[in-house]
């Protein structure tokens, strides 16, 4: 009997270490991810800032918005265009966003 109290609560504290341990990892990746976020931030400004004065202008935010908007759209338009013509169809059109709603539903519904 003794023997199975001395097992099940080392299986316990093995629980708790390894509970403790992954907080540990999960905090550290954070910390790494959040460093990772400032740096693409960081490099971001600098880009955006074209006349390097250290500040960003409406007119140097909007010039960049769009030319990430263009850049997106030229993306986006290649994942629809199923048959690679540079032309949309309807078809193509509407199955691109059946297509993508089926994803984000299996995403949000796994089995
Ligand atoms: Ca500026
Ligand atoms: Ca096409």
């Given at each position: 009997m ?24 999960i ?14 931030r960081?490099?971001?400004f600098?880009?955006?800032?074209e006349?390097?004065?250290?500040t ?6 909007q010039?960049?918005?769009?030319q990430?908007?263009?850049d997106?759209?030229e ?6 265009d ?8 309807k078809d ?14 299996q995403?949000n519904?796994?089995?």
């Open positions: 003794n023997k199975i109290l001395l097992l099940s609560s080392l299986c316990v504290t093995c629980l708790y270490v390894s509970i403790a341990n992954a907080q540990e990892n905090s550290v990746n954070l910390d790494k991810l959040q460093s990772a976020f400032n740096k693409i960081s490099e971001e600098t880009k955006i800032d006349d390097k004065n250290g960003i202008s409406i007119k140097e935010y010039k960049y918005l769009i990430k908007t263009l997106g759209s993306q986006s338009f290649a994942n629809m199923a048959d690679k013509n540079k032309e949309l169809t193509e059109y509407v199955k691109f966003g059946e297509d993508t709603y089926k994803k984000i539903h995403m519904n796994p089995k």
